[in-house]
């Protein structure tokens, strides 16, 4: 990880909740892979900027510049100024001889799905993606037409449930921090009753999204519960095996 700086270009408003800022990079940016994402602190003119980063999650990559999908909330401006932090975290890992992708968006926007979809898409493998609760508000004209979308109800069930689960080579799934140990956990039974064998290495992954205080690993506030050695989303995620985490 190191520090640059970007400049947004650009500001799409998505929805009520949503929007896009295109961002010029320079080429120590240009190798972020799904899953890393930058650790963004805006400058301001008079040269203050606040302490806390925030997360951005990039959703498309091109010659000299960064799309990052954000909530609405902070207030920017083209040609402002952020520095960044990057990348935080290791790129989601893929099984290999993956021919079929299952993603689940249990009340949570799917916004750190779309370019790995897009990866993944661009390499022949197809993708399923489930929407539940808030997942289901997303614009769903953002994803390439491609993308099997199913949806889930108020129990996190889906048509063909099991079907689904059983024909996936790998599984990502994703919640909000209140809802993760809850959901993961479920699902990871599921997937435990529904395989004879046992569940391979990254099989099923769940990715994990804590408000992130340094980002580097040195305050260890965002350590996820394993059976072994400690992991902490900030280095290790945010895409997590679900076979390492201690689920309570």
């Given at each position: 990880?190191?520090e640059t700086?970007?400049?947004?270009?650009?500001?799409?408003?998505?929805?009520?909740?949503?929007?896009?800022?295109?961002?010029?990079i320079?080429?120590?940016?240009?190798?972020i892979r799904?899953?890393?994402?930058?650790?963004?602190g805006?400058l301001?003119a008079?040269?203050?900027h606040p302490y806390l980063?925030?997360?951005?999650?990039p959703?498309?990559l091109?010659?000299?510049r960064?799309?990052?999908?954000?909530?609405?909330?902070?207030?920017?401006?083209?040609?402002?100024?952020?520095?960044?932090?990057?990348?935080?975290?290791?790129?989601i890992?893929?099984?290999?001889n993956l021919?079929?992708?299952?993603?689940i968006?249990?009340?949570?926007l799917p916004?750190p799905?779309v370019q790995?979809?897009r990866?993944?898409l661009?390499?022949?493998?197809?993708?399923?993606?489930?929407l539940?609760?808030?997942?289901?508000?997303?614009?769903?004209?953002l994803l390439?037409?491609?993308?099997?979308?199913?949806?889930?109800?108020?129990?996190?069930?889906?048509?063909?449930?099991?079907e689904?689960?059983q024909?996936?080579?790998?599984?990502?799934?994703?919640a909000?921090?209140?809802l993760?140990?809850?959901v993961?956990?479920?699902?990871?039974d599921?997937?435990?009753q529904?395989?004879q064998?046992?569940?391979?290495?990254?099989?099923?992954?769940g990715l994990y999204?804590?408000?992130?205080a340094?980002a580097?690993g040195a305050?260890?506030a965002c350590?996820?519960p394993?059976?072994?050695e400690?992991?902490?989303?900030?280095a290790?995620?945010?895409?997590i095996?679900?076979?390492?985490?201690?689920?309570?």
């Amino acid at each position: 990880m190191r520090e640059t700086q970007v400049i947004i270009e650009r500001i799409r408003r998505l929805s009520a909740d949503l929007q896009q800022l295109d961002l010029a990079i320079d080429r120590t940016l240009a190798q972020i892979r799904p899953g890393q994402s930058l650790f963004a602190g805006p400058l301001q003119a008079d040269g203050w900027h606040p302490y806390l980063r925030e997360q951005w999650i990039p959703v498309d990559l091109r010659p000299g510049r960064l799309t990052v999908e954000i909530p609405t909330g902070p207030m920017y401006t083209p040609g402002q100024v952020a520095s960044v932090l990057a990348p935080v975290g290791e790129p989601i890992p893929l099984r290999a001889n993956l021919q079929h992708m299952l993603m689940i968006a249990e009340d949570a926007l799917p916004t750190p799905f779309v370019q790995i979809a897009r990866t993944l898409l661009g390499g022949g493998v197809s993708v399923t993606l489930v929407l539940g609760g808030k997942a289901t508000l997303y614009p769903l004209e953002l994803l390439s037409p491609e993308i099997e979308i199913l949806r889930s109800d108020t129990d996190w069930k889906w048509p063909d449930q099991v079907e689904t689960l059983q024909w996936a080579d790998q599984v990502l799934v994703l919640a909000p921090t209140y809802l993760q140990a809850e959901v993961y956990g479920r699902l990871y039974d599921t997937i435990t009753q529904l395989r004879q064998h046992a569940i391979p290495d990254t099989y099923v992954c769940g990715l994990y999204y804590p408000r992130l205080a340094c980002a580097t690993g040195a305050c260890q506030a965002c350590e996820v519960p394993s059976h072994h050695e400690p992991l902490l989303v900030c280095a290790h995620g945010p895409a997590i095996d679900l076979k390492k985490v201690l689920f309570q």
